[in-house]
Structures are given as structure tokens and as C-alpha cells.
């Protein structure tokens, strides 16, 4: 059985596609909630699936190199990473953006990005598969926490896919849907969210590409 990472598993996006994932794959589920990934793992269970928790911090650099290894250890390979992990600073004004907050945006969304890329391409390559989440958000006002690194993300994220398109691995950059996770209720806490996609629905529509 083919073997999938899912960062950012506990909840949202990455969860819903961890669960469309498991008749196909033994999911790898990696997140800092615990509660969320061994919920996810009963759910998982209970569908007649596979899971790995791995509840870790994928800031911390010495984690992500040990879970590499272990998957190496395990598997030899990876056959697909699907990065559903960021965090989400506060709404702000471009000239107040709170260094806290910031650093910690830098950290998740940029750095800890980096850092599993360097760590996982020898996993992935030539033939493995990794698939990030492109968000339109990025760049409109009061965004700058989230949205100049989610945009450094993706542009890391293209420099890979560049490289990688005559040698592996593939990458690929999805947009999703507008969904009602914690994230965006952060972002638009007055929205209607009975007017959203779920992540449900929008793991069914976006799997086709991720498995293709």
C-alpha cells in the first residue's frame, strides 16, 4: 500500500483528505493536537484503514528529520505529502504587524516548509508526489501575517516544482474552495458559513488531482 504525510491532519482540509486518502494509502498524520489525530486514527480504523500518528511541531527541525528517517526506516520511500499545516496571525495593518505573530507566521508557513522539503525530496524523488494549497487571500488588506508568507510558501513551493519537472518528485499547487475552518472563521468571523464548501466536499472534488 502506497504510503501519504499529511501535515496539518488534526482538523480541516487536511484532515478531510487524510480520510479520503485511507482507502488507498497508510496515512502518516502529522499535527500538534493530539485529541484531533487520534480521532482521526479511530475514524480511520473504523473505515477498515491505516494510520500513523506522529503528533509533532513542524517548527521543530530535529522532529521533521526524525520522522523522515522513520518513514525511511518503515517504507524506504513516500509516495505522497500533502502540506495542509499553517498558521494564521491575526488580522493587521501592514505598519503594525506584531513581530510575535509574525515570527511565528515565518516560522510555520515559510521555514518549517523549507525545512520538510529539504528533508522529504530524497523520500518523494523521482516518482512521489507533493501537493501544497495556494490561497487567493494572499496580499489583500490586513493579511500581511498570513498572506506574505502563505505567498513565500507557494513561491518556494514553484521553485520545487521548476526544478523537479524533469527528475521528480512532481509538485503540485491546488486552490481550494472557500471552507469553514478555524482559519478562516479568523479571518471572516461574520461570515455565513453555511454558504462554504466543506472540507469534506472539497477533499472529494480536489482528490482526483492529488492522486492523478
Excluded at 496539518?8 to 500538534?32: K, N, Q
Excluded at 517548527?59 to 517504507?75: C, G, H, K, N, Y
Excluded at 514553484?158 to 503540485?172: D, F, H, L, M, N
Amino acid at each position: 500500500m502506497p504510503t501519504a504525510l499529511v501535515t496539518g491532519a488534526s482538523r480541516g482540509l487536511g484532515y478531510a483528505v487524510a480520510m479520503a486518502l485511507a482507502p488507498t494509502h497508510h496515512v502518516v498524520a502529522v499535527a500538534r493536537t493530539v485529541g484531533g489525530l487520534e480521532e482521526l486514527d479511530d475514524r480511520i480504523q473504523a473505515s477498515g484503514g491505516q494510520a500513523t500518528l506522529a503528533p509533532m511541531d513542524i517548527t521543530v527541525p530535529e522532529a521533521m528529520r526524525q520522522l523522515a528517517r522513520s518513514i525511511f526506516d518503515r517504507w524506504g520511500k513516500l509516495d505522497l505529502w500533502i502540506h495542509a499545516a499553517i498558521h494564521a496571525g491575526p488580522l493587521a495593518p501592514a505598519g503594525h504587524l506584531a513581530t510575535k505573530d509574525f515570527d511565528r507566521s515565518i516560522a510555520v508557513n515559510l521555514r518549517a516548509t523549507a525545512d520538510l522539503i529539504a528533508v522529504l525530496n530524497p523520500l518523494l524523488s523521482p516518482s512521489g508526489h507533493a501537493v501544497f494549497f495556494d490561497d487567493a487571500s494572499a496580499g489583500e488588506k490586513f493579511f500581511g501575517h498570513y498572506g506574505s508568507t502563505k505567498a513565500g510558501q507557494i513561491a518556494l513551493a514553484r521553485s520545487w516544482q521548476a526544478e523537479g519537472e524533469r527528475i521528480g518528485p512532481r509538485v503540485s499547487i491546488l486552490e481550494p474552495w472557500p471552507m469553514p475552518t478555524a482559519t478562516r472563521s479568523r479571518f471572516f468571523p461574520g461570515e455565513n458559513r453555511a454558504a462554504l464548501t466543506s472540507p469534506q466536499q472539497e477533499a472529494a472534488r480536489l482528490l482526483p488531482a492529488i492522486l492523478g
